[in-house]
């Protein structure tokens, strides 16, 4: 049972990047439930435009750049590129300007070694003086990178020099996913939760923060509790949650949620801040071809990991999720990507929630089946099931230079 509970995490963090692959702007009567029909790509409007710089990837020669599966990218400490690969359990680091500088990890399940890192890595904000607190490391280490290796069912810390730390077992029946790494070595992270008693079986996510080397949640910001099906896991999408974090540990969640724009954000330690509502939302369908897709990916991955066919029976919600991630630059803009575009397309906020403007990928096409994340000062963007061949694509935030040229003015 655990194994299955481990590989259905592993599924729904497939769908939710699956969900990144939303359709045109085309209203839909609240009880229309037929897929709308395909466009040709039109790009979004939008205040500002995130334009390409740099990619990193290639089909054939140095193997350093040669990637299986990209299962996540993030910008370390030193404003690295670092990108994890899945078919290839490790993660390979980049420097500003594309060239290869190591590689970290490989597949096992020993010490710093992954089996199924599909719960994703962050690399940690640079604090002085970590405080390690009672778990038995040295004082000296702090930690540079964490992975969460969702078949291992551990956590796996590198400390800033990217030599192997420690792992941190105990996580029942997975350990938490999407995790981003936060002030004084913590994480926050969206965790499955499996309850049976005579009632029958319950699943569930619990959105929280982690110390380091803790398995027991500090601060709990949202959690769910639902009847599961085995035979039908679509039912769980109700319960996931998008999240995303500052360095700071201030938490922003939005549900997965069709007929909802909201999001909140909370404090380090769990008050609610405030929360956003766009009354003016509009319900989106996806095309058939976007049904079909998700269908077919997330069944297939199903089936590849080890589940029965009769059980890979993932059938898509018809409609695009109102939001589909959260982030926070290095200004303390929100940005919030939007479901209801074609191309990856973002309302951004600053910390009190106000719009400050609207932006769009100018990518063409190609980047409609393209997952985004904005950190630091850049934004990377990859396809988790590329036509061709696996690339991360790069490039710099608007507002960034203009805020620097000021700050180098007072």
């Given at each position: 049972m655990?194994?299955?509970?481990v ?16 359709a045109?702007d085309i ?9 709308a ?6 790009l ?5 435009y995130?334009?390409?710089s740099d990619s990193i990837?290639?089909e054939?020669g ?11 990218v993030d910008?370390t400490?030193?404003?690295e590129?670092?990108i994890l ?6 993660i390979?680091i ?5 060239e290869f500088?190591q590689r970290i990890?490989r ?6 070694e992954?089996l199924?890192p ?9 604090e002085e ?5 009672e ?6 280490l702090?930690?540079g990178?964490v ?6 069912g ?5 400390n ?5 730390m420690?792992?941190v077992q ?5 350990p ?8 004084n070595?913590?994480?926050v992270?969206?965790k ?7 009632e029958?079986m319950?699943?569930?996510?619990t959105?929280?923060r ?8 500090s601060?709990?910001y949202?959690e ?5 099906d085995?035979?039908d ?9 998008y999240?995303?974090?500052t360095?700071?540990?201030?938490v922003l ?6 007929e909802?724009y909201e999001?909140?954000v909370?404090s380090?330690e ?12 509009v319900?989106?369908?996806?095309t058939?071809e976007?049904?079909?897709?998700e ?13 029965p066919e009769?059980?890979a029976?993932?059938e898509p919600?018809p ?10 630059d ?20 600053d ?14 096409s190609r980047a409609s089946?393209?997952g985004?994340i904005i950190?630091?000062?850049q934004?990377?963007a ?7 061949y696996p ?10 230079e ?9």
């Open positions: 655990k194994k299955l509970l590989l259905m995490f592993s599924v729904l963090i497939l769908a939710l990047a699956c969900g990144e692959q939303p045109e209203s839909a009567d609240g009880d229309n439930v037929e897929a029909a395909a466009e040709e790509y039109v979004p409007e939008a205040d500002e995130l334009i390409l990837g290639i054939i140095d193997s350093n750049y040669v990637f299986g599966q990209i299962a996540g910008i400490s030193k404003g590129i670092a690969d899945l078919q290839r359990c490790c390979s980049f420097s500003t300007s594309g500088v990890g597949q096992g399940s020993g010490p710093g992954f199924l599909r719960g994703g890595m962050s690399f940690f904000p640079v003086g970590i405080v390690v607190s778990f038995a490391v040295p004082d000296s702090e930690p990178v992975v969460s290796d969702a078949m291992g551990k956590l796996i810390y590198f800033s020099e990217m030599e192997y420690m792992d105990g996580f029942l029946p997975a938490p996913g999407g995790i981003v790494g936060v002030d070595g913590a994480i992270g969206m499955p939760d499996f309850l049976q008693n005579e029958g319950f699943m569930g996510f959105i929280a982690w110390e380091i080397g803790e398995t027991e949640p601060v709990v949202f769910s509790m639902s009847p599961f085995p035979a896991l679509s039912t769980m999408q109700d319960d996931i949650l999240f995303g974090a360095p700071e540990g201030i969640t939005a549900s997965m949620s069709t909802v999001f909140t909370w380090p769990g008050e609610e801040l405030f929360a956003i509502t766009d009354e003016n939302f319900r989106v369908l996806k058939q976007e049904i079909d897709l269908t077919e990916l997330v069944n297939n991955m199903m089936i590849q990991q080890g589940m009769s059980m029976n993932w919600d409609y695009n999720s109102a939001i589909e991630g959260l982030w926070v290095e200004l303390d803009r929100i940005w919030v990507t939007k479901g209801t575009t074609r191309t990856p397309s973002f309302n951004v906020y910390m009190e929630g106000n719009l400050l403007f609207t932006a769009a990928l100018d990518a063409g089946t393209w985004v950190k630091e000062n934004f990377l990859f396809d988790a099931d590329p036509e061709y690339q991360v694509f790069i490039g710099d935030l608007p507002g960034i203009e805020a620097d040229t000021e700050e180098e003015g007072l």
